[in-house]
Every structure is written in C-alpha cells, then in structure tokens.
Antibody, heavy 122, light 107 residues
Framework: QVQLQESGPRLVKPSQTLSLTCTVS??????????WTWIRQPAGKGLEWIGR???????KYNDSLKSRVTILLDTSKNQISLNLSSVTAADTAMYYC??????????????WGPGTLVTVSS | DIQMTQSPSSLSASVGDRVTITCRSS??????LNWYQQKPGIAPKLLIY???SLQSGVPSRFSGSGSGTDFILTISSLQPEDFATYYC?????????FGQGTKVEIK
C-alpha cells in the first residue's frame, strides 16, 4: 500500500523559496503510469492544483504559478520535491502530495499525504 | 481552465437524511469527474471516480451520477461520520480543478 509523507520547513520568509519533499513508501515512484502531484489549500478555502511530474520526469504546472514552480523526482530516495520561489503571504497554505492514478481510461487522486502547513511570514 | 461549480455551498441535514450535492463543469468533461470527502485537518479522501465508480472501501450509501457537465453525489442515508466537506474535481484536462466545496453540517 503506497503511502505519501510531506516534509519541509513550516515557516518561510517572504521573497524566499518554499521547498517541500514528498517521500513515497510502499512503491517506486519510477513505476506505473502515475503523475506525482502537488496540491495546496489555504486555510478555510478550496483546493488548488500546483502541478505534476510523470515517472519520466516530464512536468506540467498551473499557469498561475508556472513562473515560480519546479517539481522534481529523486528516484534514489523515492521522493518528489516542490520548490516555489518568491513566496508571499498568499502562498500560506496546507500543501499536499498525491498520486494521479490512471486506470481503464480514467484518472483520479489517490492516495494523499497528510499534508504540511507552510506559513509565509517575516 | 475548466471551472467547477458546486451547489449548495453548505447544507444542514440530520442523520438518516438523503443528501444530494450537485457539481457543474464549465464545459463537457464526459465522466472525468471525481468526488472527495474532507474532514477538518485531514487530507481529502477519494469517494467516487469516473463519475459513478465507488472507490474500494467506501460505503455503498455513497453514489455518483452524471456525465457531460452535470453531476450529482448522493448520500442515501447520512451517518454521523459523513459530516464533512465534499469536493468535485475534473480529470479531463490540466490544470486539474476542483469545485469550491460543499460543507455538510449537522442540523
């Protein structure tokens, strides 16, 4: 059973880079037809798709964040990383790592990590 | 981007009630529609994928229907553990987008 766990600094200063890691256990990030995905959720608000990376390393980002986002795979550590540069208070949110599963022509997000709350503040 | 709109934004219901939540997409998405349940402080949990397929382990009181632009999530008999926020999500194209959520509260 695949499990995901986000980690990284909980407090980031404005204008700096937010860096998070998602560690995957119970399966290899290099196998299967999965997109490894980051999603965020500001407190009390809805869910925003940040972007994804395929097992081949090909990425796709939300245009709203594209200029600031980088998602990478580290197959040696079975981890997916998220870097978000030039952060502001608007980037304060719970950040989730999830797997975009493909099966029989359909796609969905499962499982999800528990999430990590990142606050942008000086 | 495909916009997803849920209604209502919130509802109050009693244990045993039948509850329906509607999700509408800004363009046709066939059946590329998923439903998630989220409880406070916990990550979303997949309930329904491909508009009507029940995720393994999810109680059969949950069901989904619809195709094209209009979708419904139904809880046939609301249980205490079902009080949560529910989100629809389209998986036809990127960026993946979610509805704004429907909070189901205790009456």
């Amino acid at each position: 059973q695949v499990q995901l766990q986000e980690s990284g600094p909980r407090l980031v200063k404005p204008s700096q880079t937010l860096s998070l890691t998602c560690t995957v256990s119970g399966g290899s990030i290099s196998s299967g037809t999965y997109y490894w995905t980051w999603i965020r959720q500001p407190a009390g608000k809805g869910l925003e798709w940040i972007g994804r990376i395929f097992t081949s390393g090909i990425t796709k980002y939300n245009d709203s964040l594209k200029s600031r986002v980088t998602i990478l795979l580290d197959t040696s550590k079975n981890q997916i990383s998220l870097n978000l540069s030039s952060v502001t208070a608007a980037d304060t949110a719970m950040y989730y790592c999830t797997r975009d599963v493909y099966s029989s022509g359909w796609r969905w997000f499962d499982p999800w990590g528990p999430g990590t709350l990142v606050t942008v503040s000086s | 981007d495909i916009q997803m709109t849920q209604s209502p934004s919130s509802l109050s219901a009693s244990v045993g009630d039948r509850v329906t939540i509607t999700c509408r997409s800004s363009q046709s998405i066939s059946r590329y529609l998923n439903w998630y349940q989220q409880k406070p402080g916990i990550a979303p949990k997949l309930l329904i994928y491909a508009a009507s397929s029940l995720q393994s382990g999810v109680p059969s009181r949950f069901s989904g229907s619809g195709s094209g632009t209009d979708f419904i999530l139904t809880i046939s008999s609301l249980q205490p553990e079902d009080f949560a926020t529910y989100y629809c999500q389209q998986s036809q194209s990127t960026p993946r987008t979610f509805g704004q959520g429907t909070k189901v509260e205790i009456k």
